[in-house]
């Protein structure tokens, strides 16, 4: 643990000073270094497939979950893909240096503020290994340095694939040490980056919600959580009820392991008896789970009990409550959800403005899929995460949410 | 302790039930509220004036410290500028439902980002009782219900203000319990409310550096960093040394109280001969603390050790350093300051750029007094503190730092 610890705020120091110069490299050699990377990466994929192999192999003795496993594989597309997210970065606007408000004070003071890197970012996230090449991506760009620590399931594979990106950077004008990979295998390190104030300006956790509840509960270090989804779509009274089907297969199918996806379905009183026999036909592949008033409906239904309204399974699961209208839903999801993203289906426009004014989540959709939160699908060309919390960034984040601001203020004397 | 924990947690449930209702109540019902009571406040000044007066006799038995005892007394021209400090927030824009993002995206689906309240704005501060008006107006204004923990010297003047401003708040459309005080005399309530992580969205603490550090040692919930200012001038070899002696002066002495007045000077060597003596001429009643080249120029000045350098007197005391050269000076600022303020007075313009872009505060200075952070002066119209950290904001924080963003997403039936 000692020697950890030392190790890790070493790192985190050596990063810091890195920051301080590559808060100064111009955005062109931010983007010709992230070019560099994602060909090296490309040139370079045996080194990382044959790291990668072997990892996998390991996890499938320890682990039956096929999620995991499928989550940790590499293969030639995905290390395309992860290339191809590099370049969409290089694309993207620079953030820094962004005039975001200027006035001159009635006493000549010229007061600007601009946007400016963090510093240091520390990521900590679980075993999907293009997070990694993500991360750096979105950090490099947005001026900061990035202490990383993945998930221990993936270390080989990530630590090649930092290797070859820092490798790519610090020939094309990156200040060494600017990235820096946890790779000791201890569990505590993550909360020995938690309380590196001096040394890192922002924690993101992506992962589990037992993660992310670990760094919030140990970090003195500002942390921006991401991640957890327990979303919901409510199907109200006067839904299009081919639209609804559609959706929710959609938000429930699609891609279950993800932070998008829907946990729970929530139904009108009025058409449950029509509604949910259609829901139960459209998913025979997902595991439903209702309250009283489904299984009087469909009485061969699994009941659903007081956790499943908190849970978020990450897989074909649903629980299904029937409400009495609009002001229950929104009662149901305030109380339950994660504030992530939650859906009305509806042709009442009264409806659809109560539930976007009254639901305290970061993204609320009227007549669509939950699965659309996403800095791609938002247009935001890339995100370090999903934002579950209130502070500084709320919903997919982009490369902005990776930036801070400064006031300029230039005077020729002015005393108060 | 178990009694004051329930008791906090439930003023904290109370307030978070009223924030869904304020969070709906249209601007003009919210202006009206403020209007009515800073009326209040005057008129009822009588009230505010009798319990502060026996608080500050308790205070003077118990304490010698003049800043404390001034910090706590109330006049009725204090009370008359409380209530003009609402009025003024009363006439700042409403933040709330500000659109600050929108597209129609490729598929249809129309996604705009709207400014929404926190909810729950949780504020923990020391003995000033105009930062309880203060901290409601401006809560209220932005639509966030309140839960105030003030110091424990002023805690009936408090009360009392927040009695007043409950009421006329109450009477003229504010949902009840929308603004909640912690009367119970207890250092561990801050702790609690710092774990109230479902309940309380944001806590700001205001104060020394103690207790800004309990708050980030002990919190789940976000925390906004504020105030804690170790505030630096650099003489460069180039300025203008009459300018730089009038800044310094009133950086040093026209509040020394507060966050943004200077601690440390830092003095180009190639000028320190002829400008320090003009800075001891200058400050007779300032207690100068200076490195050995200091002494080395006026040999009766008091050392200064190590701690000088991190320490934010608030006081009539002033650190000095002699530097070789504007890195120097950088260099010192980034490691002994607190991201505050710090200034620079130089004629060159090379080096004003470099400062600029190198000190890593929340407010840089050319050529003018530190003192000017703030949010009057800055034209933000009122502020709830001078953040110093990079989350969510940075420097003086005025309405818009406590809202965040909610995503609304219109769709007609989209699926990804």
């Known amino acids: 643990m000692l020697f950890m610890k030392e190790h890790v705020t070493k790192q985190a120091r050596r990063a810091k000073e ?3 110069l590559l808060a100064c490299v111009p955005v062109e050699v931010r983007n010709g270094a992230l070019l560099a990377m994602a060909w090296d990466l490309e040139a370079r994929q045996d080194e990382i497939l044959e790291v990668n192999a072997k990892e996998v192999e390991t996890a499938r003795e320890k682990t039956k979950r096929p999620n995991m496993i499928d989550r940790l594989i590499l293969t030639p597309k995905r290390i395309a893909d992860m290339a191809e997210g590099i370049r969409q970065v290089v694309k993207l606007d620079d ?3 962004k005039l975001d408000f200027e006035v001159v004070r009635p006493n000549g003071l010229k007061i600007r503020r601009v946007r400016v890197p963090f510093g240091v970012v520390g990521m900590v996230y679980e075993a999907r290994p293009n997070v990694t090449a993500d991360a750096i991506a979105l950090c490099i760009k947005s001026g900061n340095a990035c202490i990383l620590r993945g998930g221990s399931e993936a270390i080989r594979t990530n630590k090649k694939i930092v290797d070859i990106m820092k490798e790519a950077g610090e020939a094309n004008g990156i200040p060494p040490r600017s990235i820096e990979f946890i790779s000791i295998l201890d569990r505590d390190s993550v909360v020995v980056m938690c309380r590196l104030r001096k040394l890192i300006n922002v924690i993101i956790p992506r ?7 670990r760094v ?12 957890t989804g327990v979303c919901h779509t409510f199907v109200d009274k006067t839904a299009n009820q081919d639209m609804a089907i559609k959706v929710c297969i959609n938000a429930k199918t699609s891609r279950p392991s993800v932070c998008n996806a829907m946990e729970t379905l929530l139904i009108h009183k009025d058409i449950a008896e029509e509604f949910l026999p259609k829901i139960v036909a459209a998913m025979p592949m997902v595991e439903l789970r209702g309250d009283e008033a489904c299984q009087q409906i469909i009485p061969d239904m699994k009941a659903a009990v007081d956790d499943d309204w908190t849970t978020e399974y990450n897989d074909l699961i649903l629980s299904i409550k029937i409400v009495d209208d609009v002001d229950a839903a929104i009662e149901h999801i305030n109380q339950y959800g994660t504030a992530h993203s939650d859906a009305i289906i509806t042709e009442d426009k009264a409806n659809a403005t109560k539930f976007e004014q009254m639901i305290d989540s970061s993204t609320v959709y009227v007549n669509a899929s939950t699965r659309f939160t996403d800095g791609f699908e938002f247009g935001l060309g890339a995100e370090i995460g999903i934002s579950t919390q209130k502070m500084h960034a709320r919903g997919p984040m982009g490369l902005e949410a990776l930036t801070t601001t400064k006031y300029l203020v230039d005077g020729d004397g002015q005393i108060r």
């Open 95 to 97: 953030p820094i240096g």
């Open 207 to 213: 992962g589990g919600a037992g993660l992310i509840a």
């Open 216 to 227: 919030v509960e140990h970090s003195t270090v500002p942390v921006i959580e991401t991640g």
């Open 18 to 20: 890195a920051s301080r």
